[in-house]
């Protein structure tokens, strides 16, 4: 018994202050540790949400592996040891995926945290070498390396992945719909916003340089209706059929 109480209170000091209450709440307070200088506690939040925070509210999933590894790589930038924890931390996740292990999570945490690090080119290497081993597992990657994809211009990649626009659309509107409904500051409003109109506007050019312009100019008039966008509305399609 006297054991079993040492293992109770080992356990309930190693929680964090705040749970499943808020996330959000518990993010915001480790912001206010950076600010405030207090690097190392601010840190093993970091890490702790990073670990453990879909635990408990599987909503932040959209949060995790965005605004909660953009305030940690503010906190590397003060403070090079939380860098170096992130970059151990994606060196890790990476190592389990080469070794065929891990789930499509992994490789998406694996993605996210290359970008934050300014590191989006070892996510391409990564799916390449990943693809020449296993393309049915590649295939079910897909859908957390197209951004970087076609941010870096590997279109020879994205015409072998994207097929069904209209199902890449709806999966894009579907998303959008989820994250607006969850987020409150108006900086996540808006980040939403902007992530939906980056899908769509990659749906379109690869929906138009491999020919398929009715469909370019489908999903085109379809994100117009859910977001007034000026980038979005002054896309210009090059296939013969968008101008049809």
């Known amino acids: 018994m006297k054991n079993l109480i040492i293992i109770l209170s ?6 964090p202050p705040l749970l499943a ?24 939040r970091h890490v702790w949400f990073h670990d453990h925070s879909l635990e408990h509210e599987s909503a932040m999933a959209g949060v995790r592996l965005s605004f909660a590894l953009m305030y940690w790589k503010k906190l590397g930038d003060a403070y090079p040891p939380a860098l170096k924890k992130m970059e151990e931390i994606r ?16 490789f998406q945490d694996v993605a996210s945290l290359n970008r934050t690090l300014g590191e989006d080119k ?23 390396i197209k951004d970087t994809v076609f941010e ?12 069904d626009f209209s199902k890449n659309y709806k999966i894009a509107y579907a998303d959008y719909l989820r994250d607006d409904a969850v987020f409150e500051k108006s900086e996540m409003k808006n980040w939403n ?7 769509c506007i990659q749906l379109i050019t690869v929906a138009d340089m491999t020919g398929h312009g009715d469909i370019a100019l489908e999903i085109k008039s379809k994100a117009l ?10 896309l210009k399609l090059k296939s013969k059929a968008s101008k049809q």
Do not use: C, H, P
Not at 96 to 105: A, E, F, Q, V
Not at 125 to 138: H, P, V
Not at 225 to 234: C, I, Q, T
């Open 152 to 163: 870096l211009g590997e279109y020879d990649i994205a015409k072998r992945y994207v097929k």
């Open 91 to 106: 060196d890790a996740k990476q190592s389990i995926l080469l070794d065929g292990k891990g789930d499509n999570s992994l």
């Open 10 to 15: 080992l356990l309930t000091f190693s929680l």
């Open 225 to 234: 209706d859910v977001v007034d966008d000026d980038k979005l509305r002054n």
């Open 21 to 44: 209450e808020d996330m959000q709440a518990y993010l915001r307070e480790t912001q206010k540790l950076t600010k405030a200088g207090k690097y190392k506690e601010a840190l093993e």
């Open 193 to 199: 916003r902007k992530s939906f109109v980056k899908k």
């Open 122 to 144: 070892k996510s391409i290497e990564l799916f390449k070498k990943i693809e020449s081993k296993d393309s049915q597992r590649a295939e079910r990657l897909w859908l957390y």
